[in-house]
């Protein structure tokens, strides 16, 4: 019951920075932990960030600490994911998630809803 669409994905210079959304319809926001998720081409799917329903604890892949920053504002139902410091390597779609529990997971497999998933390409 909750649709996930994640926007502002583009190509962006390498050191350069990008700013994620994710808007949810169809269910209040506050009630579920959220994660974002990247694949590269040929790649299989890895943990990004995470936060609980609040947003008072939030855990990030050791690859972006530091760089990225994963927030929430529950009145507007909507994640993000600040990207600073991109690398090239950082290059994927990147895919929001919804999960119904207190408690955040790294794993894509105990996520109930998904978004489209957005591009971000870095350039070198």
């Known amino acids: 019951q909750v649709q996930l669409v994640e926007s502002g994905g583009g190509l962006v210079q390498a050191g350069g920075s990008l700013r994620l959304s994710c808007e949810a319809s169809g269910r209040t926001l506050s009630t579920y932990a959220m994660g974002w998720f990247r694949q590269a081409p040929g790649k299989e799917r890895e943990f990004v960030a995470a936060i609980t329903r609040s947003g008072g604890s939030t855990y990030y892949a050791d690859s972006v600490k530091g760089r990225f920053i994963i927030s929430r504002d529950n009145a507007k139902n909507t994640v993000y994911l600040q990207m600073n410091s991109l690398k090239p390597e950082d290059t994927a779609v990147y895919y929001c998630?919804?999960?119904?529990?207190?408690?955040?997971?790294?794993?894509?497999?105990?996520?109930?809803?998904w978004g489209q998933g957005t591009q971000v390409t870095v350039s070198s």
């Open positions: 998630a919804a999960r119904y529990s207190s408690t955040v997971s790294y794993s894509g497999n105990y996520y109930d809803y």
